[in-house]
């Protein structure tokens, strides 16, 4: 397990990134979240709101279960009309319930998930409607603590970039540019781009 001075130390070859994150602290080692699917409710749940918003429909959503837990069963046996009242949108809550749906029939333990490569987890997790790339490398990042994934599409890591590479390229070509950039981080991407949140105060 890598340490933060490590780290910094490899991201040192960045120039411009290592001045602007020199003197900033991140978690490196969060404790591990083995709970895939609810993480990914969560993930779902809280698309495009405050972190106050996500609080409380996260706790509305989790009341409506026993002991708080939203266990594929019971997630789809709650009415549709309930779980929209509790402030999820229509497509929210096809979402979770397509993840519910999913995990009944395939595994989604942290164990086999481990024994796959990130591509091959997007690629997995990705079948279910409702998750796309950015959703699976969040979980990649946070529960699953991998260590070189790169969110390109995160428009924080968008902005970002454009500020602190002077940037100013829009769509596929910024796209390229910043996984250029990116490329000298490997193989510790996920705390660079932990550091860029950081420098956004995000």
Do not use: C
């Not at 979980?139 to 902005?159: A, E």
């Not at 910024?174 to 000298?184: E, F, G, H, S």
């Amino acid at each position: 397990m890598s340490t933060n001075k490590e780290i910094l130390k490899h991201l040192k070859r960045d120039e411009i990134l290592y001045k602007a994150i020199a003197d900033l602290n991140i978690e490196i080692r969060p404790e591990l979240n083995i709970d895939i699917y609810h993480s990914l409710l969560g993930s779902i749940v809280s698309q495009q709101l405050s972190t106050k918003v996500v609080k409380i429909i996260w706790n509305r959503f989790t009341d409506l279960f026993v002991q708080g837990y939203p266990d594929p069963e019971s997630l789809l046996s709650k009415d549709h009309d309930i779980l929209r009242g509790i402030g999820l949108s229509n497509s929210k809550v096809n979402y979770v319930k397509n993840v519910a749906e999913f995990k009944l029939s395939n595994d989604m333990t942290f164990d086999y998930l481990q024994t796959k490569s990130d591509e091959e987890i997007i690629d997995y997790l990705s079948q279910i409607k409702g998750v796309g790339k950015w959703t699976v490398q969040m979980i990649l990042m946070f529960p699953m603590d991998r260590p070189n994934v790169f969110p390109v599409d995160d428009l924080g890591i968008q902005n970002a970039m454009k500020a602190l590479y002077k940037i100013q390229l829009e769509k596929k070509e910024l796209k390229t540019r910043m996984t250029d950039i990116a490329r000298v981080w490997d193989p510790y991407r996920t705390a660079a781009s932990k550091y860029l949140w950081k420098i956004l105060g995000t």
